[in-house]
């Protein structure tokens, strides 16, 4: 991903990845994943919960993305981007366009998404929930009085479901984006063409994935063709 953002930026951008291990050292994360099993790493049978609201998470940065406004100092416009994602168009035209003095609190692509397989990445079950994939790409106005209402007890606090739901918001407060900018692999239609692709079922980069549509294999072939022409290892 970050290979992509910087190759189709026409601008320097500061991008930083969420340490989960880090936050939780100074104190901003403090939530805690069952240890009965989890989705990722030795354990590739079972699924990863929520010690909290016992709910199934599959990534790092389930909840701390939700840091993001904190971190930000609670000013300017920051992006928060999944790690499945292949930047096709420059992410600066998003800034230019959305990131203006009255911007809602956040902006999200809002499908209208059912699970698509029973798998995603790293194998972990696709589960379905209200609002799903909206929170995977988000332009946030940090400076909105609205995100004021998001505190770190909030993140550390409060289920999975208010927070992706973004319960801290009135509905009319979630800014809309177009498509283009979180097109879903097996989902998204085919006519738009998409500035970001989110590999929601795997992606290219594992050697077992099987895409869904015939143009799915269309854009995965281009990041085949992208990883070589850079010499990309990994998908970050």
């Not at 936050?23 to 990722?40: E, H, K």
């Not at 016992?54 to 701390?64: A, D, G, I, N, R």
């Not at 063409?193 to 992606?203: A, D, E, Q, R, V």
Request: negative net charge.
């Amino acid at each position: 991903l970050i290979d992509t953002i910087k190759t189709a930026s026409s601008y320097p951008l500061n991008i930083v990845t969420l340490n989960m291990t880090a936050l939780r050292r100074i104190g901003l994360y403090r939530r805690a994943p069952d240890t009965v099993s989890t989705c990722w790493g030795e354990k590739q049978d079972g699924v990863m919960r929520d010690a909290f609201d016992k709910k199934p998470f599959s990534t790092e940065f389930s909840f701390t993305r939700f840091l993001v406004p904190h971190l930000n100092q609670y000013e300017g416009f920051a992006l928060f981007m999944d790690c499945d994602m292949f930047f096709m168009a420059d992410p600066c035209e998003l800034f230019r366009n959305y990131a203006t003095d009255d911007a809602p609190p956040v902006q999200v692509v809002q499908h209208n998404y059912e699970k698509s397989g029973d798998t995603k990445m790293y194998g972990c079950p696709q589960t379905n929930y209200s609002r799903k994939n909206w929170s995977s790409f988000m332009l946030w106005n940090c400076g909105h009085p609205s995100n004021l209402n998001l505190t770190v007890d909030d993140i550390n606090t409060k289920s999975g479901n208010w927070l992706h739901n973004f319960k801290w918001l009135n509905d009319d407060e979630i800014g809309s984006l177009p498509e283009e900018w979180n097109w879903l692999d097996g989902h998204s239609d085919p006519d738009i063409y998409p500035k970001n692709i989110h590999f929601t079922t795997g992606g290219p980069w594992f050697e077992t994935w099987v895409p869904k549509r015939d143009i799915d294999e269309h854009y995965a072939k281009k990041w085949r063709i992208y990883k070589n022409v850079l010499g990309i290892n990994n998908v970050n």
